[in-house]
């Protein structure tokens, strides 16, 4: 693990609900967070367990019919849950940034790159229109862009997928934030590129020592990326490791099924031996009840599996939700 410093962000129980005709829906459910300055904490999980919303979540993007509640939220030395939006909105972008999955949709089609870059460095004060439009140039380069100065001109569109998500990295990154969430950066891109887009971000987060929270589905870059892992099922966290630890010694059933499903390029191939595979699918958030959220499609379920099981502690800093390991 890189050598982590301070907790800048730490959030206890937070919940994000959605008013729908069909009644509330709890996308994401008491869901415990801590990030240390210069550490890498992946969030993991398939479509439909609360990821995004998890990310949009702690940046105050919730808009209505949403609605967000937290026991405790503090980020940098502040309290999120008494803080105005006007204040938010002085620490969004500047101390805390995200970089979305889809860059095309994230810029602003109408204006230059470097300009939205500078933009970041402007409306924080943080240095003049001259000066910002030097250091968004500045900054292309820094991120990975030939001809900084003429691709500052440029408008997305005239931009390639991976040159448009080193923009979006530049504009995360441009006010030195505390902390980077990353949702799903490289799903969009082919394998070469998104190595080079990993190594991109990694870089940043490190020249800033901030901490990166990277949202994914891909245990691939897990094992390459992580320092701890955060296992989301269905709104709820079932599982929080070291990702040494997680991939040793998975604790619960999802995360064993996770694993079990990711290809072995070291393993000698057999024709018509398909990959392990989770039968069934993420539960419907509003018919969910009450007991374990995996239960229906977990082959070591059992009775007790009825009633919500506690989080548990396997060993310091492993934490996993299930009834087997209750009596510990």
Excluded at 129 to 150: K, P, Y
Excluded at 210 to 215: G, R
Excluded at 248 to 255: A, I, Q
Excluded at 306 to 319: Q, V, Y
Aim: aromatic share 4%; charged share 25%.
């Amino acid at each position: 693990m890189r050598n982590a410093g301070d907790v800048v962000l730490s959030a206890r129980r937070l919940v994000t609900t959605f008013d729908t005709p069909s009644g509330r829906l709890r996308a994401v459910d008491g869901l415990d967070l801590h990030l240390r300055l210069g550490e890498v904490v992946c969030l993991v999980g398939e479509s439909g367990s609360g990821k995004s919303v998890t990310g949009l979540s702690l940046m105050g993007l919730i808009d209505p019919p949403g609605h967000v509640t937290c026991d405790e939220f503090w980020f940098d030395g502040h309290d999120l849950t008494t803080l105005p939006e006007s204040e938010m909105e002085r620490l969004r972008g500047r101390r805390i940034a995200m970089i979305f999955q889809e860059p095309l949709s994230a810029l602003n089609p109408s204006r230059r790159v470097g300009d939205q870059i500078a933009e970041v460095l402007r409306i924080h004060g943080l240095a003049s229109r001259a000066e910002a439009t030097r250091r968004a140039v500045e900054l292309l380069g820094r991120v990975g862009i030939d001809d900084a100065q003429l691709r500052a001109r440029s408008y997305p569109h005239q931009l390639s997928g991976g040159q448009r998500q080193r923009v979006t990295i530049a504009i995360a990154c441009i006010g030195s934030p505390r902390l980077i969430i990353a949702d799903e950066p490289t799903t969009a891109l082919d394998v070469t590129v998104q190595t080079q887009i990993l190594d991109l971000l990694t870089e940043m987060q490190t020249s800033l020592g901030s901490a990166l929270l990277f949202i994914t589905h891909d245990l691939g870059i897990v094992a390459e990326l992580a320092d701890r892992v955060v296992v989301l099922y269905a709104g709820q966290v079932v599982e929080e490791a070291a990702v040494e630890d997680l991939y040793r010694t998975p604790g619960h059933p999802y995360t064993v099924g996770l694993l079990a499903s990711v290809p072995d390029v070291d393993a000698p191939r057999k024709r018509g031996v398909a990959l392990a595979a989770i039968p069934g699918t993420v539960p419907n958030l509003l018919e969910v009840g009450t007991g374990c959220r995996f239960r229906e499609r977990c082959d070591r379920a059992h009775d007790r599996c009825g009633a919500e099981p506690p989080m548990i502690t396997l060993s310091e800093g492993h934490r996993v939700r299930c009834w087997l390991y209750a009596g510990r």
